[in-house]
């Protein structure tokens, strides 16, 4: 899969300059391949037996084991997990969270630093769980960088996906808890005894996920040690992105999902805004997971009634009560200890880069080292693997106690596509 990822950048790459031959070349790469590739999934069923639980099992403190077991085809000199861990859920309950743990074989696990990777969207079905997927190695962006450095990769599923229940989709305080406590999992099966040293890395819904983790750690879990916080193209402003997508290609699809999962987890009925043809629609967008760039183009084909008929508020952003879960949900400034570093494409058109760039002017304005880190003509779906050396450098240093960089200032340097540097007044 990862090969077709590669096939599909290097044609659009080539579009670019021969639109007339390679973009037929495209046209029927996507058209054949998403109809070979995208998978529809039916069931919102749990994972199988691992992934399930009862409350004889659920006594315990948050980020303790329930259960693991070995996964298949881990990275060249690793041992990689399929784990099971208690959480708390959004009313302070006991949960069960499911994630991957990818451990190098080299090296003491005792002194092991370990990195916490939150996966953008995959999807509200609980089918959409990463550790159920074959390609859960090659969606966790940087991970042999991150393994070849000795660090223990460890990752969420997020409530929801893997273990049943509804996924409380870009709720921050659920991502934020679920990410901590897989530290915590973590470093009971590396059998630490010092707090656990980590970073937190992630991706869109993971971006925010990753921030939420910045400002639910000393709280939440002040037994663990956070070094830092990286994002790539994470969802800040959610009142404004929601504005955005749902203007843009892609983008009602996911405001699909934010409304069906919120409508379950905060009842909120969801016939008080989406029109009654629009609601197959919605279910169905629902019910399939992203797994690839094919699985995205696929999602974008289903979303197509949307444009017809979707919703029956002109501003769902300024609708109550979504409007007050939004800004709920919106990531503040984190505690000005915590150094932090987010990519962003300048061809993002899922996060908007004006979103990204005034959350991190927020961030310098509090006092925190921030980095941030720009590339033109990348979009939102490639911009964690193409920052992904410069993230785990980064990590590395942070790791060393070397003190963070910042690009906060009038300027700030831009990193291109082809490496080259370039200033931004």
């Known amino acids: 899969m990862t090969s077709l990822r590669y096939l599909w950048r290097h044609c659009m790459s ?33 994972g199988g037996s691992f992934y399930n639980v009862d409350a004889s099992v659920m006594k315990g403190a ?19 997990y399929r784990i099971l861990y208690r959480s708390v859920g959004l009313h302070d309950e006991p949960i ?14 005792l002194t092991r630093h370990i990195v916490a990777w939150a996966h953008p969207t995959t999807g509200v079905a609980t089918v959409c769980a990463p550790s159920l997927r074959s390609t859960v190695y090659q969606q966790i962006q940087g991970l042999h960088r991150m393994l070849s450095k000795g660090y223990a990769v460890v990752a969420t599923d ?39 040293e980590f970073i937190v890395w992630g991706h869109s819904q993971g971006g925010q996920a990753a921030l939420y983790t910045g400002l639910l750690a000393d709280t939440y879990a002040p037994d663990l040690k956070l070094m830092g916080v990286a994002a790539a193209a994470p969802a800040t402003d959610l009142s404004t992105l929601m504005r955005d997508d749902f203007a843009s290609s892609g983008g009602k699809g996911l405001t699909a999902l934010t409304l069906w999962s919120w409508s379950r987890i905060f009842d909120i009925p969801l016939t008080d805004t989406v029109e009654p043809n629009a609601i197959p629609t919605v279910d169905e967008l629902a019910s399939g997971c992203i797994e690839t760039i094919f699985d995205l183009l696929a999602r974008r084909v289903e979303e197509r009634p949307l444009g017809r008929d979707f919703l ?28 932090v570093i987010i990519a962003q494409g300048l061809a993002d ?8 760039v005034a959350y991190a002017q927020q961030l310098c304005a509090n006092g925190n080292r921030t980095e941030l880190l720009t590339l033109p003509r990348v979009g939102h779906g490639f911009i964690a693997h193409d920052s992904a050396t ?36």
């Open 14 to 46: 080539r579009t670019r300059t021969r639109r007339g031959t390679y973009g037929w070349i495209v046209f029927l790469l996507t058209a054949t391949l998403t109809t070979l590739i995208a998978v529809r999934v039916q069931s919102a069923e749990p």
């Open 62 to 80: 948050p980020g303790t084991i329930i259960r693991s077991e070995p996964m298949p085809f881990s990275p060249r000199g690793t041992t990689a």
């Open 96 to 109: 069960a969270v499911s994630g991957v743990l990818v451990v190098p074989t080299r090296g003491s696990d």
């Open 158 to 196: 997020y409530p929801g996906l893997g273990t049943a229940g509804v996924h409380p989709y870009l709720i921050g305080t659920s991502e934020g808890r679920a990410v901590l406590d897989s530290v915590r999992a973590a470093k009971t099966l590396l059998k630490q005894p010092k707090p656990a």
């Open 312 to 339: 029956t508020v002109t501003d769902i952003s300024s609708a109550q009560p979504w409007n007050s879960v939004l800004t709920e949900n919106s990531p503040g400034v984190l505690p000005r200890k915590y150094p």
């Open 349 to 356: 058109t899922i996060v908007r880069p004006q979103v990204t």
């Open 390 to 425: 410069d993230i785990v450098e980064w990590m590395a240093r942070r790791f060393k106690g070397k003190p963070a960089p910042s690009t906060c200032g009038a300027k700030v340097p831009l990193v291109t596509s082809e490496g080259t540097a370039a200033d931004e007044d």
